[in-house]
């Protein structure tokens, strides 16, 4: 992604070296203008196929469409019909969804996407991560946002910790450090001369004063000086986390330990307050099996259900779940026929989940009619795909306008409110 | 000058240099030290029987040594070639497009098994007793060679027809992964192809699959063969038509043609592909990037400089590769340490200026995951993230420890190299900058004297030396500065 580099690299010629001192823990909050909230940004990889995740089971031609990928009436977890009178259910393995769902705690936004959807996993995502589907090689979108903040008040290099290998799109902005560390145990310093006394901490200032000098007429050694003297300083409270003792036991995958170790950066409170997080797999071109004991699809759903319901259960027992919300998206949905590999292809819209303490759960728009008639105005691509009936970024302008205190015109760079999507 | 020159050379056309590879390059002219890489074939290719002799580093397995079928062995036995091969710059574009054709060893082995996961991304086809290729035994064949011919070897790659699904395109129901991504990311780029592109590729490589069949061998009855087959019965037939021209009269529409004939369809495509100008210049900016400079955009002029060379050629790579390094904008100092190392080239270029010796690959493969570069587990379809996408404050910490750990391996063989340097902390720090290379040492040079002067009062012993030295090893590789080549 050639392009992406581009615009990190045109960046960095503002790249402000400096970064807060303490006293950050309040300083996110307080820009924030609204009490102390979490806002987690979940990534499904490859295009999920929300065809799958939310079951349109009484429509003729889901399972016409897909003989081996549609899944059984019988099996899917009921929960109500939308605003249209459309009966519709969750994946069978997303019994924790249909209890958090129960509970009032999940939204569950249909047909979610943008004209002229892109089929390509990158521009997808650029698009997805920018919320600018004209131009998706700027800053992300909540890296703008982390930059309107920037304005009132220096943010510490914690401020948003992405918990994957590196910065997400949707977290870059010029002059806006992000955190990301996967998994905090690496996140350490060493010293090859442990055992020589006062050695470590000699190594350490060292490498803290050699991190100092940063030539801000050298750009792209500044951009690594600055990582080095941002690792240094982040040390102590990354270590923190690893001292928090979760109320559930995480699945013990990727996921679940990212969103354990989220939930630790939270209970621990270092700072920290945007995050994001990602389990991938969802580009299902061949084999999906949506319901076979071991199915391709069917471990996505175990991976993502049981991920979510542990987060959920800590930090309801914690007393941090009417402090934070989370947010999932995909790049894309998929194709509606399935095809000759018995997987799908790149589509158009799909679902997001909305969960959280204070989200006002239910099924928000409508479903499509899957009837193939190239003249069906709810899918698109003549009548190969779902098409979008609520903007992405109106969306994004719930979260920012209703959970953060922030103002999602500027950040957005325009009113995509939707009032009918007030769901949180 | 010409020193820093053929270090510069040895840095992006290899993985760095050992002392005793100045020794063989610093008697060179620049002309013949290129003439050298490039040429490669010229030198033998021995370096996989010194794996597990003396002076050379080690590897670890669980086991035996199985490059050929456990993929961590794989990954070690390439490490070593990058570490101690004389065919540098056939290593490193062996890299570079595992990253451009990026393919990923989970899914294959998700459809195969590890074992024969591992013989499709890299068993050595005169190790194997099926004589079964690794997808990076292609890459390394035809490292400098044709990229027609390699794009065509890509597509009936195993490895490839299973990553992006080619084994079940049929003409009952197209699978568009492969001829989206071959247009995306193998050839034109974004911007320049259509949905309707898409589709037409799709079928265009209908009936491009794969036959698996059992063949037993002496140790192993259910042993099976990995082949690229074209099933006629699967092939659309109808003609299929683009947005760009596929023929040189300028026709966009390839004809319909008998299924026995329809093989040609997909030779038919990306041969116009190959030979497309926005082909050439996508490739000509991501070799510039990977060889020349990464910290600011090529000019247009060297882009089409560039892509020049590659059309006039007929898109010979060698002819291309040679020409990045014969260029006056290659040779020029402003253009040195002006690329982000990925983590593999920094780990081997570590280890080539520290030492290896008593060293083992197996303790890099934790943190290169650490540092985000598994290799032949790239995150997706489009390869790693490059440049400053390396350098999360995650991933620095990464290759700090990692230079902790090499320098305390290496702090006995340090101590004693840098014995005619223990008079003093500051001829330790100029012997240790010496030997290992930052982009500049203006800056830390103050900070290394500092830090090599502080505890205790400076005797020169050997237990001082092995502590400071290894100390001034972990600081300087784990510096800003080291992280450029």
Redesign the interface.
């Known amino acids: 992604m050639i392009t992406r580099r581009s615009f990190i690299k045109n960046g960095v010629t503002a790249f402000t070296v400096g970064f807060a001192a303490p006293a950050f823990v309040s300083d996110l909050a307080r820009a924030q203008g609204a009490a102390s909230r979490n806002l987690v940004i979940l990534d499904l990889g490859g295009g999920n196929d929300g065809l799958s995740t939310l079951v349109p089971y009484t429509d003729p031609f889901y399972y016409n469409r897909r003989p081996t990928l549609g899944i059984p009436p019988a099996t899917v977890l009921q929960i109500g019909s939308d605003s249209s009178g459309k009966p519709l259910g969750l994946h069978p393995r997303l019994t924790g969804l249909r209890d958090i769902f129960g509970q009032g705690r999940l939204a569950v936004i249909q047909r979610v996407g943008y004209q002229n959807s892109s089929r390509s996993h990158f521009t997808g995502t650029d698009i997805w991560s920018t919320a600018i589907p004209s131009n998706s090689q700027g800053a992300g979108w909540v890296g703008r946002y982390l930059s309107s903040l920037q304005a009132q008040t220096l943010l510490d290099p914690l401020a948003a910790w992405a918990a994957v290998g590196e910065t997400p799109h949707a977290f870059q902005a010029s002059g806006v450090g992000v955190a990301t560390i996967p998994n905090t145990q690496t996140y350490a310093f060493a010293s090859p001369n442990i055992l020589v006394p006062g050695e470590p901490q000699l190594a350490r200032a060292a490498a803290a004063n050699i991190a100092s000098h940063v030539p801000i007429d050298q750009p792209h050694l500044a951009f690594v000086g600055t990582t080095v003297q941002q690792a240094m300083a982040t040390l102590d409270r990354v270590a923190l986390v690893g001292t928090y003792r979760p109320t559930v036991i995480y699945p013990n995958n990727g996921f679940g330990q990212a969103l354990q170790m989220i939930a630790g950066v939270m209970a621990k409170q270092i700072g920290t307050k945007v995050f994001f997080v990602q389990t991938g797999g969802f580009d299902t071109h061949a084999s999906q099996d949506t319901t076979g004991a071991n199915g391709a699809y069917v471990r996505l759903m175990a991976t993502l259900n049981d991920g979510l319901l542990a987060f959920y259960n800590d930090l309801k027992n914690t007393g941090l779940l009417t402090e934070t919300l989370l947010l999932s998206f995909s790049e894309f949905g998929r194709r509606i026929t399935e095809n000759g590999s018995r997987g799908t292809d790149h589509g158009a819209a799909s679902v997001m989940f909305a969960m959280g303490g204070l989200v006002r759960g239910g099924i928000y728009g409508t479903a499509a009619s899957l009837d193939p008639n190239p003249g069906n105005p709810t899918l698109e691509n003549g009548g190969g795909d779902v098409t979008f009936e609520n903007d992405f970024r109106a969306a994004y302008a719930t979260v920012i306008d209703n959970w953060l205190g922030g103002n999602s015109a500027s950040v957005l760079g325009g009113n995509f409110k939707k009032t009918s999507l007030a769901f949180v | 000058m010409a020193d820093a020159l053929i270090e510069h050379l040895l840095r992006r056309a290899g993985f760095g240099g050992s002392p005793a590879d100045f020794g063989v390059y610093s008697t060179m002219s620049y002309a013949a030290a290129v003439d050298r890489l490039v040429n490669y074939e010229r030198v033998p290719d021995d370096v996989d029987a010194n794996i597990g002799q003396p002076g050379y580093v080690g590897t670890t397995s669980n086991g035996p040594f199985l490059p050929n079928t456990v993929i961590n062995d794989a990954r070690q036995r390439w490490l070593f070639r990058m570490l101690h091969t004389n065919r540098p710059l056939q290593e490193r574009m062996t890299l570079f497009w595992h990253n451009y054709f990026a393919t990923g060893y989970s899914k294959v082995s998700g459809a195969v098994g590890p074992d024969d996961g591992t013989r499709l991304m890299a068993a050595k086809q005169t190790d194997d007793p099926l004589r079964q290729k690794g997808q990076m035994e292609l890459f390394r064949e035809k490292a400098l060679g044709n990229m027609r011919d390699l794009l065509i070897s890509v597509a009936q790659d195993p490895a490839m027809l299973i990553w992006l699904?080619g084994n079940?395109?049929?003409k009952?129901?197209?699978?568009?992964?492969f001829g989206?991504e071959l247009m995306?990311l193998f050839s034109r780029g974004?911007g320049f192809y259509t949905?309707n592109d898409?589709y037409a590729a799709a079928r265009v490589f209908t009936g491009w699959n794969l036959q698996i069949t059992r063949t037993p061998t002496p140790t192993n009855p259910n042993a099976l063969s990995y082949q690229f087959i074209y099933r006629p019965e699967n092939h659309e037939t109808a003609a299929k038509t683009f947005s760009f021209p596929i023929y040189s009269d300028g026709g966009s529409t390839i004809p319909s043609r008998a299924a026995s004939d329809g093989l040609q369809d997909g030779i038919d495509l990306i041969s116009a592909l190959a030979a497309h100008p926005e082909t050439a210049r996508r490739l000509a900016?991501?070799l510039y990037?990977f060889f020349v400079n990464?910290?600011?955009?090529p000019s247009s002029a060297t882009i089409d400089q560039i892509a020049g060379v590659y059309r006039q050629s007929g898109g010979n790579i060698k002819a291309v590769v040679q020409s990045i390094l014969l260029s006056a904008e290659f040779a020029d100092s402003s253009s040195f340490f002006?690329r982000?190392s990925w983590p593999v080239e920094f780990v081997v270029r570590s280890m080539k200026e520290t030492g290896w010796t008593g060293f083992s690959l197996g303790t890099t493969l934790s943190p290169l995951v650490?540092m985000?570069q598994q290799l032949f587990e790239p995150?997706?379809?489009?390869g790693w993230?490059?440049?400053?996408?390396?350098?999360?404050?995650?991933?620095?910490?990464?290759r700090?420890?990692f230079a902790?750990?090499l320098?305390?391996n290496q702090?006995f063989r340090l101590a004693t190299a840098a014995a005619s340097a223990k008079q003093s902390p500051q001829e330790l720090v100029s012997f240790m900058v010496d030997r290992i290379t930052p982009?500049?040492i203006k800056?830390?040079y103050g900070?290394?004297v500092?830090?090599a002067s502080?505890?205790a009062t400076w005797t020169g012993s050997d237990a001082q030396m092995q502590?400071k030295a290894?100390?001034l090893?972990?600081?300087i590789l784990?510096?800003?500065?080291y992280?450029?080549i």
């Not at chain 2, 990464?294 to 955009?297: D, I, L, V, Y």
């Not at chain 2, 995150?379 to 489009?382: E, I, L, N, Q």
């Not at chain 2, 993230?385 to 990464?398: E, I």
């Open positions: 699904d079940t395109n049929t009952r129901n197209p699978q568009e992964n989206r995306e974004v949905e898409v900016g991501k990037g990464e910290t600011a955009s002006m982000y650490n985000g995150p997706d379809v489009a993230d490059l440049g400053q996408s390396w350098f999360s404050t995650g991933m620095m910490l990464a700090m420890n902790s750990t320098a305390a702090k982009a500049s800056s830390m900070d290394l500092a830090y502080s505890g502590t290894s100390g090893a972990h600081l784990g510096s800003a500065e992280q450029f």
